[in-house]
């Protein structure tokens, strides 16, 4: 059966307004597919700044879509201290922590109020089933995760300060790209702490290469407000690294 193709248009103008675009592939389907895929979405939540989506432990039944604001990942030690193992922006899925054990590994908070679309996990496995684009885009997403999580595990393990924060920012810098928004000038949400933890830097080391960065005419930095005057430079940072690697022949 060909889809409808007023449905389809409606159904496009929604999904190009609406972060979950990341999961959601309309172009192609059934009509009855697509009436699937807007039945997926359960409820809207609310998350307002400081206030938790998930804690660690708690019992994984849904992945959440950010539809608008920023939230963070963190995990507690046994001795209460925060690290934080992610930074989610409007178009990204959060919970996937939770789907191989069945209970959440990390606390989720807002950093700003935010707003989520909640999906649960049995809709998700149900609609896949029938719908093989959602099933391969939703594969797609994951392995993503799990790229970006290696990502952090270089940038943990190998890197110097420099190349982390610089590896970071450029990081943020394509992030908002990719959502429309500019990508040489944008809005920390995060805290310098938040950001050091999240790099395995000090607070006082973050806060010394920025100064740092904007000193070298790489950064302008006002509070929270950040411009990448040079982004070109900000990579050869991080590029210097594998320059020196291949000389050495690693």
Do not use: W
Not at 64 to 87: C, H, M
Not at 146 to 151: D, T
Not at 217 to 236: A, F, M, S
Request: aromatic fraction near 6%; charged fraction near 25%.
């Amino acid at each position: 059966m060909n889809a409808d193709p007023v449905a389809l248009d409606r159904l496009r103008v929604a999904c190009s307004n609406c972060n979950l675009r990341e999961l959601c592939l309309p172009l192609g389907m059934s009509r009855g597919e697509i009436e699937q895929l807007d039945n997926l979405v359960a409820t809207r939540r609310k998350v307002p700044r400081g206030e938790t989506l998930f804690r660690g432990g708690d019992e994984f039944t849904s992945l959440y879509a950010v539809r608008l604001g920023f939230l963070k990942s963190v995990v507690i030690s046994a001795d209460g201290r925060e690290q934080v193992t992610g930074f989610h922006m409007a178009g990204e899925l959060v919970g996937m922590d939770g789907i191989g054990t069945g209970r959440h590994a990390c606390s989720t908070i807002a950093l700003e109020d935010s707003e989520v679309c909640a999906i649960p996990y049995t809709r998700i496995e149900e609609v896949s089933a029938k719908v093989p684009a959602l099933r391969g885009h939703f594969h797609r997403v994951m392995s993503r995760e799990i790229v970006r999580e290696h990502g952090v595990m270089l940038l943990l393990g190998s890197m110097s300060a420099e190349e982390r924060l610089a590896a970071f920012l450029l990081n943020l810098s394509q992030r908002f790209e990719a959502r429309g928004y500019s990508r040489s000038e944008f809005v920390l949400r995060m805290t310098r702490a938040e950001i050091g933890s999240f790099v395995g830097l000090k607070l006082e080391t973050v806060s010394r290469l920025l100064s740092r960065f904007a000193a070298e005419g790489l950064l302008e930095v006002n509070q929270k407000n950040v411009h990448i005057v040079d982004p070109v430079g900000l990579r050869r940072i991080v590029s210097e690294r594998d320059d020196c690697a291949q000389d050495r022949g690693d």
